[in-house]
Structure formats: C-alpha cells, structure tokens
C-alpha cells in the first residue's frame, strides 16, 4: 500500500481558542505576514483540505496567491496550484462556491448519499468520491496517495480538525495565535470535545515557536511525546 500522505493541520486562533466570532464577516486573526507564511505553506503541499462547513461559511477560492511560488512549482514538474480537497457528509454542496472555479484539479469526498447529490451538482468540476455510509478519513487519506499527494494541508474548520486529531491522522500542527479574545458562546473552536489520543495528560512535542508580527506560531507534532 502507498504510504499515506504527511498531513500537516493549519489554523489561526484567538488566545481563547476560537477560529472566527459571531459576526456575518470573517474574523481575520492573522496578519499580512502570517497570511504570506500561509501562502507559502500551500505552496509546498500538494493538496488542501478544507470542510465543506467552512466552504459555505467562507465561500474560498484556496489558491497559492504568489505569482514567484507558482512558477517555483511549475518549474519544479508540479501542477501551478495544488489539488483541492473537500469533505461533506452531507453533499450540500452548491456549484457555484469559488472554490470549484479557481486552481486545477479538485476532489471531494462524501458519503454514499452525499455522492448521489454531488455527482450531478459538481458534473464536470470535481472528482466526487464516496467512502461509504460515513466518511472514512483513513480511506480519504489512502485515496490521496494514489492520488500521488504526500503532503497534505489541513485548513479546517473545527470539526475537521477534531477528527484528525482524534483518529490520530495529524502529523504536524501550525498553530497560530492572534493577540486577541473572542468568547462568544457559538462561535466556532479550533477543536471540539473528542476522545483524543492518550487523554489529557498527552504532551505533545513542541518543535518550533516564532512571532510572526503581532501573532505567535507553535508547531506541534501530535504524535510523538515530548522528553
């Protein structure tokens, strides 16, 4: 079997743990300097994983935003952008999201009811892939290394986090820490309540901390436990 691809979980939170607030407009967290880290890091993933709560809140286009980055990957034999990912249960996914008509390839996964919406709905934009009764993120990741992804970034949102982190699929987390507070009850979370790997008392390895202006970035690696 193909190795599974890395996958790497990006996020931008507040310093009490939301993602965006309440209002109808985005919540920008990050900086123009951790927005360009962002870009980078895009550029050398070849696929983006986004959830398809996120694609109808956000309505994204996903792309690499640096002209001298996409022809870095053009240069290096890679597709301009990297492939696009998106996961539904549900199928609700309209034709008309940014995210279909921008970039190259795309793929969602979904379930078997969700595929019988999708495959009609997103004709001719995306390959539309089932995993069964539920989605599968075991069968998503397998599906991406025939695909040829080795490695994958993860953007979100809070439920797509969770189930990575607690089906123990993360390899790496960059955790990006805007210098402000949110605290309003429903607003969504970087993660929810999970069982996750080795309970509360887990300490993950910290490999990295840095400021980027006014934001701290922490990477994490899930999976090892540090000294």
Do not use: C
């Not at 809140?57 to 990912?85: C, H, I, Q, T």
């Amino acid at each position: 079997m193909t190795e599974r691809p890395f996958v790497l979980l990006s996020v931008a939170t507040s310093i009490d743990g939301y993602i965006d607030d309440t209002s109808p407009q985005r919540l920008l967290l990050s900086n123009a300097d951790d927005f360009d880290r962002v870009d980078q890091v895009r550029a050398e993933s070849d696929a983006i994983l986004i959830g398809g709560n996120t694609l109808r809140s956000d309505n994204p286009r996903l792309l690499v935003n640096s002209d001298e980055r996409r022809a870095a990957r053009v240069a290096a034999g890679k597709p301009e952008y990297p492939l696009k990912v998106t996961i539904t249960a549900s199928g609700d996914l309209d034709r008309d999201l940014k995210f279909w008509h921008f970039g190259d390839k795309k793929v969602v996964y979904t379930t078997d009811a969700g595929a019988l919406k999708l495959r009609d709905a997103l004709d001719g934009l995306a390959d539309v892939v089932s995993t069964g009764d539920t989605v599968d993120f075991g069968l998503v990741l397998d599906d991406l290394a025939s695909r040829g992804v080795k490695r994958l970034m993860v953007e979100g949102g809070g439920q797509i986090h969770t189930q990575f982190l607690s089906q123990g699929l993360a390899d790496e987390i960059h955790l990006a820490v805007a210098p402000l507070l949110v605290g309003e009850v429903g607003a969504p979370r970087f993660v929810y309540p999970a069982e996750f790997p080795g309970g509360s008392t887990r300490r993950m390895k910290l490999l990295d901390t840095r400021t980027v202006g006014d934001v701290v970035l922490l990477r994490f690696a899930p999976k090892n436990v540090s000294a």
